[in-house]
Nanobody, 121 residues
């Protein structure tokens, strides 16, 4: 089970940190996806539990950082230099995708409920 929190309203250039508390079994990969109004859900970032490998979509590289606290069993997404186009509902997810599917929603088995991030210009 995943429980996301930390969304909110922020001005462009600001920062937010999303949290996702996990319970139950440990998965190979944990990821954040987002869905803006009228658009398909898109991959944002992923982290592999075993080797801490991290993957980002190009539009957030250098601005967002994904991390996982294995003791607290919590996934984070630190978002800096936020832009209006980052506005979306953000979902945390967990699964056992092979590397080819690390950026695909089909690679993830469980999903959090989503948290709204709104960036004003």
């Amino acid at each position: 089970q995943l429980q996301a929190s930390g969304g909110g309203l922020v001005q462009a250039g600001g920062s937010l940190r999303l949290n996702c508390a996990a319970s139950g079994r440990t998965f190979r990969s944990y990821a954040w996806f987002r869905q803006a109004p009228g658009k398909e859900r898109e991959f944002v970032a992923a982290i592999f539990y075993g080797n801490n490998g991290k993957y980002y979509t190009d539009s957030v590289k250098g601005r967002f950082t994904i991390a996982r606290d294995n003791v607290k069993d919590t996934l984070y997404l630190e978002m800096n230099s936020l832009k209006p186009e980052d506005t979306a509902v953000y979902y945390c997810s967990a699964g056992d995708p092979i590397l080819t599917y690390v950026r695909a929603s089909e690679g993830y088995k469980i999903w959090g409920q989503g948290t709204q991030v709104t960036v004003s210009s």
